[in-house]
């Protein structure tokens, strides 16, 4: 169900770089997040592809999938570049629950050779008990219940989804963890575990807010992300 037209023309014919980006969208997103930053590292001789995540965008697969769902759709999204030329190395980067699935993806994947993570979180229960509270006191409470039935439509423990844990697992190789200076919704604590649990480095882009890291540091961001495939 892999839509290569979101490949990189030279990774489309077959004639991939030496190193491709898998990129994930967060909730709510699409493809379409990348379509700046994948033919600006394509004229720097870095492809990638930009899959449509689980009941998103293009994808026909019924349930989001908190990040879980999303790290299989990312590995397959590798094996298919791998199948357009063997010996080709992966580096898996998301926002927000793409982020998250990224370091997901790196455990389930462990061929890969780098993970990038913009705005994600450490422990999915716990990103979306801050996110009620947001909304307003209390809410963590009476909203759960849309977290448990969604779990169970999707057939997911949401205490299970932990991609700090992936990120210890990932401890000693390349990773590069990003983090919104004015982030709301997922808090600089969830960028500082992933960092110190994989040993990544992190890098906090003032006055950007969740997702915007991009949009707010544009040429540095793309800098960064030719200088981690170099």
Sequence with gaps: QLDPSWATKNLAAGRPSKVVFVFAHGY???????TEVMPLLAAKGIDSIA?????????????V??????????????????????????????????????WLA???D?????????????????AMYHWFERKASGASYYLRPVIWIASAMA????????????????????????????????????ADRLANASG????????????TCIDIAKPAYLTSLVGFAQ
Excluded: C
Aim: zero cysteines; glycine letters at 12%; proline letters at 8%.
């Design 28 to 34: 709510g997103g699409t493809r379409g997040s990348w």
């Design 155 to 190: 057939g997911l423990n949401p205490a299970n989804i932990v991609p700090e844990n992936s990120a210890a697992k990932w401890k000693g190789k390349p990773a590069l963890v990003i983090q919104a200076g004015e982030d709301k919704l997922i808090s600089r604590s969830h």
């Design 65 to 102: 999938g908190f990040g879980f769902r999303e790290a299989d759709t990312m590995v397959a999204a590798a094996d298919w570049v791998r199948a357009k030329s063997p010996g080709v190395k992966v580096i898996y980067a998301g926002v927000s629950m793409g982020g998250a699935a990224a």
């Design 51 to 63: 899959p449509a995540m689980p009941a998103q965008d293009a994808s026909p697969e019924p349930q």
């Design 110 to 126: 462990p061929t890969a050779v780098g993970v990038v993570s913009d705005g994600a979180y450490a422990h999915f229960d716990e």
């Design 106 to 108: 790196s455990e389930k």
């Design 200 to 211: 990544a480095a992190l890098w906090v882009v003032p006055g950007a807010e969740h997702v």
